[in-house]
């Protein structure tokens, strides 16, 4: 009786202690949600230079290592959820000590699902070693609490965010070149086979070490970026039709996946994120959506599209930021990750199912 008593009074003042603390997120992916890490090691995927984060109003205008004027749909969707701090990059050396109760952030410029993916980049940070990162927060975590309350923390208050897959298409599956991609090796069927039993995997590890409310993003509409529309010299309102049929392809496994771990991992749940349907929908309605251009890139060179190289010091830059759905020629720009985020945070289950980012925080 008095055990009993005793144990009830602890689990009250466990989840007391979890719940003064505020809830936050775990970041994972690529460039469209790196914040930073990509700062920390020589590679040639870096954002680092103006005018990257010119409207980036935590720093000031300067870049940061995030691949868009200003903020990513990341760092928006923790704000409107009210977090009051945005998650720090990993390898931040200030990303220690009570900064972990502000979620981190692992994502990696050029990253993606399989280990090989983004070589052409020389180096970058990929899931696998993502999610061994994480493994270190969780340790640094059960210090900073006790491991009880670390783990609540984890189970309760941390939405885990996953924005991956574009790389493995966009820089491995259509490089042409036979030691960097893997096109030549596989077809969609087998590649997309491979990628999702990888993340089927790596999803699990996550949910080993405690992760229980997870958002994964689909793969958007990688044949309608400046870039593979001006490598394939196409007019403007015109995708590229096979990297689309293959993302189209992968999301509809992906989306099986999910089903799949939402049935069989108990007390998960994995919300999944169109952001496939979402993008498409801003560049088919960019007019209306007040935008002037949903192919140009805001900031780059080369082509009608200044789609082709990437944006730094010596880019030419567009007029008015916010009537630009891409920032460069792969990245969304601010005005467009807050038409999305806001349709993540409380769309409805045709854009992020099987509940929206609000319902997810408040299970
Ligand atoms: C870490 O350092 C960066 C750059 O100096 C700064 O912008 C950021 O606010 C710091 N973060 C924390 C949690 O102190
Ligand atoms: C990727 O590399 C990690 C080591 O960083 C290794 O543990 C993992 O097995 C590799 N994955 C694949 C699919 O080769
Ligand atoms: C986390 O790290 C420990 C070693 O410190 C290892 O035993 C464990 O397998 C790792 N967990 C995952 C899911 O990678």
Same mark, same amino acid.
């Given at each position: 009786?008095?055990?009993?008593?005793?144990?009830?009074?602890?689990?009250?003042?466990?989840?007391?202690?979890?719940?003064?603390?505020?809830?936050?997120?775990?970041?994972?992916?690529?460039?469209?949600?790196?914040?930073?890490?990509? &700062?920390?090691?020589?590679?040639? #995927?870096? =954002?680092?230079?103006?005018?990257?984060?010119?409207?980036?109003? =935590?720093?000031?205008?300067?870049?940061?290592?995030?691949?868009?004027?200003?903020?990513?749909?990341?760092?928006?969707?923790?704000?409107?959820?009210?977090?009051?701090?945005?998650?720090?990059?990993?390898?931040?050396?200030?990303?220690?000590? $009570? =900064?972990?109760?502000?979620?981190?952030?692992?994502?990696?410029?050029?990253?993606?699902?399989?280990?090989?993916?983004?070589?052409?980049?020389?180096?970058?940070?990929?899931?696998?070693?993502?999610?061994?990162?994480?493994?270190?927060?969780?340790?640094?975590?059960?210090?900073?609490?006790?491991?009880?309350?670390?783990?609540?923390?984890?189970?309760? $208050?941390?939405?885990?965010?996953?924005?991956?897959?574009?790389?493995?298409?966009? &820089?491995?599956?259509?490089?042409?070149?036979?030691?960097?991609?893997?096109?030549?090796?596989?077809?969609?069927?087998?590649?997309?086979?491979?990628?999702?039993?990888?993340?089927?995997?790596?999803?699990?590890?996550? !949910?080993?070490?405690?992760?229980?409310?997870?958002?994964?993003?689909?793969?958007?509409?990688?044949?309608?970026?400046? !870039?593979? $529309? #001006?490598?394939?010299?196409?007019?403007?309102?015109?995708?590229?039709?096979?990297?689309?049929?293959?993302?189209?392809?992968?999301?509809?496994?992906?989306?099986?996946?999910?089903?799949?771990?939402?049935? &069989?991992?108990?007390?998960?749940?994995?919300?999944?994120?169109?952001?496939?349907?979402?993008? %498409?929908?801003?560049?088919?309605?960019?007019?209306?959506?007040?935008?002037? %251009?949903?192919?140009?890139?805001?900031?780059?060179?080369?082509?009608? /599209?200044?789609?082709? /190289?990437?944006?730094?010091?010596?880019?030419?830059?567009? =007029?008015?930021?916010?009537?630009?759905?891409?920032?460069?020629?792969?990245?969304?720009?601010?005005?467009?990750? /807050?038409?999305?985020?806001?349709?993540?945070?409380?769309?409805?289950?045709?854009?992020?199912?099987?509940?929206?980012?609000?319902?997810?925080?408040?299970?």
């Amino acid at each position: 009786m008095i055990l009993a008593l005793f144990f009830i009074l602890s689990l009250v003042s466990l989840s007391k202690a979890v719940d003064t603390l505020e809830g936050t997120t775990f970041i994972f992916g690529d460039s469209l949600v790196d914040a930073g890490n990509n &700062n920390y090691f020589s590679t040639l #995927s870096k =954002a680092d230079t103006r005018p990257n984060g010119i409207d980036f109003k =935590a720093s000031g205008g300067k870049p940061t290592g995030r691949f868009t004027n200003g903020r990513t749909i990341a760092d928006i969707v923790a704000e409107e959820l009210g977090q009051s701090h945005y998650a720090g990059p990993f390898l931040a050396p200030n990303t220690t000590g $009570k =900064a972990l109760l502000n979620g981190v952030n692992y994502a990696s410029g050029g990253g993606g699902i399989m280990n090989e993916t983004g070589k052409i980049f020389v180096n970058r940070l990929s899931m696998d070693i993502q999610i061994d990162y994480f493994n270190i927060t969780r340790k640094q975590l059960n210090e900073l609490l006790d491991s009880s309350t670390a783990r609540e923390f984890i189970m309760r $208050k941390s939405i885990f965010s996953i924005t991956v897959g574009a790389n493995d298409f966009l &820089n491995n599956y259509f490089v042409p070149v036979v030691s960097i991609g893997q096109r030549v090796s596989e077809n969609p069927d087998v590649f997309i086979n491979h990628l999702i039993t990888t993340l089927k995997g790596q999803l699990i590890r996550l !949910y080993n070490l405690d992760a229980r409310k997870f958002l994964i993003a689909n793969v958007g509409p990688i044949g309608c970026i400046p !870039y593979q $529309k #001006s490598l394939n010299k196409l007019r403007e309102d015109q995708c590229v039709e096979l990297p689309n049929k293959v993302a189209v392809q992968y999301n509809a496994r992906l989306k099986d996946l999910l089903t799949e771990l939402n049935e &069989n991992l108990p007390e998960a749940t994995f919300v999944l994120a169109n952001v496939y349907d979402l993008v %498409s929908e801003v560049i088919t309605n960019y007019k209306k959506l007040g935008f002037k %251009s949903a192919s140009k890139a805001c900031c780059g060179n080369g082509g009608k /599209l200044q789609g082709i /190289l990437p944006c730094g010091p010596t880019s030419s830059m567009c =007029a008015d930021r916010t009537k630009y759905v891409f920032w460069d020629n792969y990245h969304p720009s601010e005005a467009a990750n /807050l038409i999305i985020a806001k349709q993540l945070i409380d769309g409805n289950t045709r854009v992020i199912s099987p509940m929206n980012l609000r319902q997810l925080r408040d299970l």
